[in-house]
């Protein structure tokens, strides 16, 4: 009979030490982001980042991200994507066409994650060095069957409900338009306060445009820390108790790479090198912000090589004046940042990202 008992005895004991090492508390639930702020370099491949690093007498922002890996970016109608269709697969998970914005092969509009996070209360917002019009800000703010109708994109941002915050270039199309509409004016009517600079901004809680060029800004060094000061400012106004969602493009690597002109490449890298570490400085104090670095493709086949090829010297090697494919980087920081290690393709990200957030 005791024996009896102290089995039962026993048996409750293991029980509840089984029962209680995987209850809730023990077994926790990841924790999840209240806070998403996905970063793109344009055209940034591998090697752009290497020429970072090569640069670098210090050690860099990307340097600083616990979890890589690497992204898929072919498009629906191409092996070489453009940064409307790669944009785009980014912004709502779908791959598209190249030219495409926002919208799946047969032009149906698909909701960006951007426009999700709003409808769900989070503050939203664009930061880029670009038209606000143009394919990468564009994919997540707008749906149109071409990324070329950059008047049709500003009057569809003019009248959405989001973003909260819009700092870039591209002023024209929303006042020098063939249409004869400004939508400048219009848009101070519905609300929004609009700016050609960031210091002009007073209100940290109203919807605030920047647009601080006629089209693109200047390329880096000569628009200043325009990318970083807008990210700490956008920071700043959309931080909040529900959350947001940040998309800051370092626009005009790509543009770089275009031209396939190392020098400016290199100034652009800084510069969205400098970008991170004002994102990653507030993950870190903030402990609730999901930050994801990615490229939407490469630009210019960079290699960086010794002609000579005995290891001597480096030299940075175009091989073509636009895209190619070649795998790009992710980088991840904050909870579900282990989300983004491994091959993904570039849909994918919205769910691993969408997957981590409360
Ligand atoms: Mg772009
Ligand atoms: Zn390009």
């Not at 606000?132 to 500003?154: D, G, L, Q, W």
């Not at 400048?184 to 920047?210: F, H």
């Not at 959309?238 to 020098?263: P, V």
Request: overall charge negative; aromatic content about 8%.
């Amino acid at each position: 009979m005791k024996m009896r008992r102290f089995l039962s005895v026993l048996l409750v004991a293991t029980a509840l030490f089984s029962s209680s090492c995987c209850s809730d508390s023990e077994k926790q639930a990841p924790k999840k982001a209240k806070n998403v702020i996905v970063l793109i370099g344009d055209g940034m491949g591998p090697a752009q980042v290497y020429s970072l690093i090569l640069t670098s007498p210090e050690k860099t922002a990307f340097q600083r991200f616990p979890y890589s890996g690497f992204s898929v970016t072919k498009s629906a109608s191409n092996e070489i994507t453009d940064s409307a269709a790669g944009g785009s697969a980014i912004a709502n998970g779908n791959k598209t066409n190249n030219g495409v914005i926002g919208m799946n092969p047969d032009s149906i509009p698909v909701p960006s994650m951007l426009e999700i996070f709003a409808g769900q209360g989070k503050k939203t917002g664009v930061v880029v060095t670009c038209a606000v019009t143009h394919a990468t800000p564009a994919a997540f703010m707008a749906h149109n069957i071409s990324r070329k109708n950059n008047e049709e994109i500003a009057l569809e941002i003019s009248e959405k409900d989001c973003p909260d915050v819009l700092f870039g270039g591209g002023k024209k199309y929303f006042t020098e338009r063939k249409d004869g509409l400004d939508l400048v004016s219009k848009m101070w009517e519905k609300g929004w306060n609009i700016y050609d600079s960031l210091p002009q901004i007073e209100d940290n809680n109203a919807r605030t445009m920047v647009l601080a060029d006629r089209k693109h800004l200047a390329e880096a060094p000569k628009r200043g820390d325009f990318l970083p000061n807008a990210t700490a400012k956008a920071i700043e106004m959309l931080d909040n108790e529900k959350g947001f969602f940040l998309m800051i493009e370092g626009s005009q690597i790509d543009f770089a790479c275009h031209d396939n002109d190392s020098a400016t490449l290199v100034e652009e890298m800084r510069d969205f090198n400098k970008t991170l570490d004002v994102v990653l400085d507030f993950a870190e104090k903030d402990g609730n912000t999901l930050v994801v670095v990615t490229a939407d493709h490469e630009t210019g086949g960079l290699t960086i090589i010794d002609p000579e090829g005995n290891y001597t010297r480096t030299d940075f090697h175009f091989s073509t004046g636009s895209h190619s494919a070649v795998f790009v980087p992710v980088f991840s920081y904050g909870p579900g940042a282990e989300r983004f290690s491994g091959v993904m393709d570039n849909t994918e990200i919205i769910s691993r990202i969408m997957e981590n957030v409360k």
